[in-house]
């Protein structure tokens, strides 16, 4: 048995020509719709590319701002009110609670210059602070206490809290 010709038949001839020029239509095609597929997916990207550089841009300029803004605030920032607590005074017997308000009071009033002034400025004069305090001397009760400091915080609040001691 031999292998039948297809030279002679031209049927199978043109079968086999319209298949391959099929095949390289049909590819043509195929890589004319993926190269404007992937033109379009690259213009995309570029624009994307460009869009995502100018918000970069924008949000180091407006974090410059903030930073700038937000040291001028920390620099700005005053005090608004003094708070003045004394503990350590049940120790001593003290239980007239109107005459540590008094005490409070008096020290918040030696305190008021401090009022609207920059926080900077109060912790550079603390020592002056706290030698003003703790050289005061009080008399509660027929008997003399002089006060130390346990704890000061420098915010738009200033707030000291005051231990109760006998006077040598």
Partial sequence: MRVPTLHRKPDWQRFIVGIVIGGCISWV??????????????????????????????IK?????????SKKNTDMLIIQSVNVKIKGYEKYG???SHSIFETEEEIKEDLRSILLKDINTVYQHKELIHKAIENKTLRINNRRYKLVIREINYYSSFQIELELKLAD
Avoid: A, R, V
């Avoid at 719709?33 to 690259?42: A, D, N, P, R």
């Fill in 61 to 69: 300029i407006w974090q410059d701002e903030w930073k700038k803004l």
């Fill in 94 to 96: 003290i239980k007239d």
């Fill in 29 to 58: 095609i195929f890589l004319f719709m993926y190269g404007t597929l992937q033109e379009k997916q690259s213009i995309k990207i570029k624009t994307q590319d460009s869009i995502i550089k100018d918000l970069k841009d924008e």
